[in-house]
């Protein structure tokens, strides 16, 4: 993906666009102590305050830079292990025990994110600038209708570019070749055209003349926040429900690292038939699925990281050129709005 000399719009897109929401890790990674991670370029600090609520900082004390993440947790406030320095979930300094009454004490000094818990994730708004609060996090409704879906959400972290990974949703092709082998994409031609149909917030990639036979179409949507969905159909033997859907997301960690999001979903109500799915799901089907994603995993780890440069794309990578250049637009519209805020005194 990285070129010697860095294009600038590639170097925006390498960590993640800023004024969208990002799913960073599993609700479970945040339990009771402060965790540093990775994430769209930066290092961050999360913890729970008193009401369980997570809450996001730079993992970065404002007076000499020492990781909060290894401080003391007080409810609202990060308590810096290196001096004592006490800063609040709002990036605010409260107390400089050191020095009472410093002119620390007060300042907006250390980057606080708002963040959102939903679906067993966490997600964080990466705001370019400080905003009191952020736009509304709007996910696909299999992600936020409790009464009609039911989901499970599938961690990992693959080592590749998280534009590969990406890359490779968009891509239902590799579906009837790759996984040929498992249960449910065995069907299907082996060649089919595909064509690309916008949606009101993104589009879809879909093979020509085929639905619900295989992995047969790929949704991109930009809701800010970017999500991909697609459908598997299920033999009978998959339990109730129909169609199986994923819905995925993928947040760099570095550049060779990416943190991947997979809910599995069907559409069930509670009652009998979700729980039905959700038993053989644990005990019978989510095996199966963890061996398909090592599928996925062993292709992209080893493709070269400048795999990009050097291709030969044919009529089944349309949606991945689409999405490409989906991105790149938004990254150069984020760059003309930094130079604009840059040109303008705050
Ligand atoms: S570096 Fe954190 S209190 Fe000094
Ligand atoms: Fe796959």
Known sequence: MRN???????HVLEVGLKDYWHPICPSTF???????LKRLGMTLVLWRDADGQVRALEDRCPHRGAPLSQGVMMGDRLSCPYHGVEVRHDGVVTR?????????????????FHVHERAGAV????ASRHVDAPPPLQLPDELWNDEQYSSFLCYVEWKCDYRYALDNVMDPMHGTFLH???????????TAKFSVRATDTGFVFEKEGQRNVNFDWTEFADTGIHWMRLEIPYPKTGGPGGNFIIVGMCTPIS?????????????????????TWRFLYRNRLEARHWHVLEQDRVVLEWMPQDANQHENLYQHDLGIVRLRRLLRGLAQAQLDKEQQQAATPA
Do not use: I
């Open 4 to 10: 010697a000399t860095v294009d600038p719009v590639d």
């Open 30 to 36: 945040v339990k009771e102590r402060p965790v540093s």
């Open 96 to 112: 400089v025990p050191g020095s009472p009454g410093c002119k620390l004490e007060g300042q907006r000094a250390t980057r606080s």
């Open 123 to 126: 997600f964080l708004y990466n």
């Open 180 to 190: 040929k082998q498992s249960h449910s994409m065995s069907e299907g031609d082996s």
């Open 255 to 275: 550049p060779s690292l990416t943190a991947v999001f997979f809910w599995r979903v069907r559409k069930l109500p509670p009652g009998w038939q979700r729980d």
